[in-house]
């Protein structure tokens, strides 16, 4: 039966949004396994906007997570809201800077951080219904405002990071840019991504790893 998976984006780019090689390396391998899926994002500015040719702060612009990204999903996007946890067998979230400054806003307050109110009550739906979820990158650092404390994943190795999540809770577990950490209980899989990878490749290795984790489990 062809499995139909949730796919949350947090705006456009590495530094301001949703990582863009994660994202497209997630929705190729699901395609390329035969799953269907739909992007979401939530209707918000972003926390600020990037200029990724320097990497400062451009003062002054404001873009909207759901326009941009778009940009990612070729205009086949829908609002947040508009998501029903009924339909989908799976839900994954790309990482990228978006996830920790848009859909959280872990990147400014780390062990103190929030979830945006939609992003959170998606993804607990998920977690309440024991459907699977894959986390890629810096988006597993809000797994423990989601599933509660000793939820098991990985940022990959980042020390400052690790304690971080540590504090809110979670169990880090240490895991190569080419692995997943699974967490069974939780139908949770995690991989480093972008937070290691040196390349597009070794990034495409561990997500398509935790793509054949999530739909196996779905």
């Known amino acids: ?13 590495v530094f301001d949004g949703a990582e863009i090689f ?16 739909q992007c979401f994002a939530p209707d918000m500015q972003q926390h600020h906007v990037i200029n ?38 799976a839900l994954i979230l790309p990482g990228g800077f978006g996830a920790a400054k848009n859909l959280s806003d872990f990147a400014i307050k780390g062990a103190d951080c929030t979830i945006h109110p939609d ?3 998606i993804c ?6 024991r459907k699977p979820a894959g986390y890629l990158c810096i988006a597993p650092a809000m797994l423990a405002r989601i599933y509660g404390s000793k939820v098991k994943m ?29 967490d069974r209980d939780c139908k949770l899989i995690t991989t ?17 790893k935790l793509v054949d984790k999530v739909l196996e489990m779905a």
């Open 1 to 13: 039966m062809m499995k139909n998976v949730a796919i949350i984006l947090s705006g456009c780019g």
């Open 22 to 37: 994660e994202s497209v390396i997630t929705l190729l391998a699901l395609d390329a396994r035969g799953a269907k899926y």
């Open 52 to 89: 990724h040719l320097t990497g400062e702060v451009m003062e002054g612009e404001s873009r909207n997570v759901l326009v941009e990204a778009a940009r990612i999903a070729r205009g086949d996007i829908k609002e947040l809201k508009e998501l029903n946890v009924d339909d989908y067998d």
């Open 119 to 121: 992003v959170e009550a």
């Open 124 to 129: 607990k739906a998920f977690a309440e219904k």
């Open 154 to 182: 990985t940022i990959g190795n980042d020390a400052e990071t690790a304690e971080a999540v540590e504090a809110m809770g979670a169990i880090h577990i240490e895991c190569a840019v080419t692995d997943v950490v699974e």
């Open 192 to 208: 480093p991504a972008y937070m290691l990878a040196k390349n597009i490749g070794e990034a495409a290795t561990g997500i398509n």
